[in-house]
């Protein structure tokens, strides 16, 4: 028998990171990733909130996921590389957006690419990120035949995508 338990944000965070923290993971690793599960829960979408949380646990503990990965950044002019290191993508994301930003800021553009990351969760979170500092940004992620976008039966992969307009 399953138990619906309400929790405040806080609770929920805190809650979050002491899951996190107790399967390995660092705290600023797992801040990340428990603010872009929050999000998306506040956004609307359980499907990519705290209901992962479990599941990211259990792979931490499989190995599917390094718990201790610490992504690595490399920067060649206007193209930014993050190595997720086989660790969650939320980290490895916020800093490739961090590193992104810079980069269009002073160069007028950047592309960023993460490597060897998980589930990066909803596409749309970094591009909103940018859009609200005035970049435009576009997210493309290749993915497993494990989802089918509008309807579509799929037998080798799907790309989500995420794209904003400002």
């Not at 992104?100 to 993460?114: D, N, W």
């Amino acid at each position: 028998m399953s138990v619906a338990l309400t929790l405040g944000l806080d609770e929920a965070r805190a809650l979050a990171m002491s899951a996190m923290r107790g399967r390995g993971f660092a705290d600023t690793e797992a801040a990340v990733t428990v603010e872009a599960l929050l999000g998306a829960e506040l956004d609307g979408l359980p499907s990519h909130g705290l209901s992962r949380l479990p599941f990211y646990l259990d792979q931490a503990a499989s190995g599917k996921v390094v718990a201790s990965a610490v992504p690595r950044l490399d920067t060649d002019g206007a193209v930014v590389r993050v190595d997720a290191c086989h660790g969650l993508a939320f980290p490895a994301v916020a800093m490739g957006l961090e590193a992104g930003i810079e980069c269009a800021t002073r160069l007028g553009l950047a592309a960023v690419s993460i490597a060897r990351s998980h589930h990066f969760g909803v596409a749309g979170a970094p591009v909103e990120a940018a859009a609200r500092q005035g970049y435009l940004a576009l997210a493309f992620s290749n993915s497993p035949a494990a989802m089918a976008p509008w309807r579509v039966v799929c037998s080798r992969r799907v790309t989500p995508r995420a794209r904003l307009w400002r």
